[in-house]
């Protein structure tokens, strides 16, 4: 069965026979960003994921790789393969929708991202993470445009320094508005500020770097 046969990084190896993904693109995301992603090959299958992913699937990479991804997560696996499919044939670009999750990852609902990737190889990048709890529309539809540069910092893996330079801010600047973030997500750390912005969608997960969308950046 050919497809990677490590947890990372991702890229580094085939999805598919003969075809790699171009190196730091996304094996760059899955390292750095450190929250749950998968990427699928051709047919939905698992072609491998980050620590954080395997541990909320609640199984061991040796176990799934090579799997048909929508009956490892969910019992609703019909309605989720076709909505995937659809992204992965480039009907649509973008997914996001909850669904019940096996019992395995001990989850009962999980939101799923996904995003059609140009990567050689790779139909679909995607997050995915527990609900624990209804989400606050009215606060998380949008953010200022210096949040979502900060945001999108984040998502690319850079630091609080690195930000400070590239937007000509005081690092304690930059700390003031990711704390300000946390809150807003009720998000424990970056990783989880990032998984949570993406499973709202105000994080493009079709997009490299993350960009968020100017329809979701207040006026």
Not at 4 to 26: C, H, L, Q, Y
Not at 53 to 68: C, I, N, Q, T
Not at 178 to 202: D, M, P, W
Request: net charge positive.
């Amino acid at each position: 069965m050919a497809g990677i046969r490590t947890i990372s990084p991702i890229g580094k190896r085939a999805f598919d026979a003969g075809r790699t993904a171009r190196p730091g693109i996304i094996s760059e995301f899955v390292e750095v960003a450190d929250m749950p992603l998968a990427a699928l090959s051709a047919g939905l299958r698992l072609g491998g994921g980050n620590a954080a992913f395997y541990r909320l699937l609640g199984r061991r990479p040796a176990d799934v790789l090579g799997e048909s991804f929508p009956e490892l997560v969910t019992t609703g696996a019909d309605h989720l393969r076709d909505r995937l499919n659809r992204v992965a044939e480039g009907w649509e670009q973008r997914f996001r929708g909850s669904v019940n999750g096996l019992a395995s990852g001990g989850a009962d609902r999980l939101t799923i991202v996904a995003g059609r990737m140009r990567a050689p190889g790779t139909a679909i990048l995607l997050t995915m993470l527990p609900e624990t709890g209804p989400a606050r529309a009215e606060q998380l539809s949008s953010v200022s445009d210096i949040e979502a540069k900060i945001l999108q910092g984040i998502a690319s893996g850079l630091s609080s320094l690195e930000m400070a330079d590239k937007f000509y801010l005081s690092r304690q600047g930059i700390d003031y508005h990711v704390a300000r973030l946390q809150r807003k997500f009720k998000a424990r750390n970056r990783v989880e500020l990032v998984s949570r912005a993406f499973a709202t969608g105000l994080l493009d997960s079709t997009a490299w770097p993350p960009r968020v969308p100017e329809s979701r950046r207040a006026s």
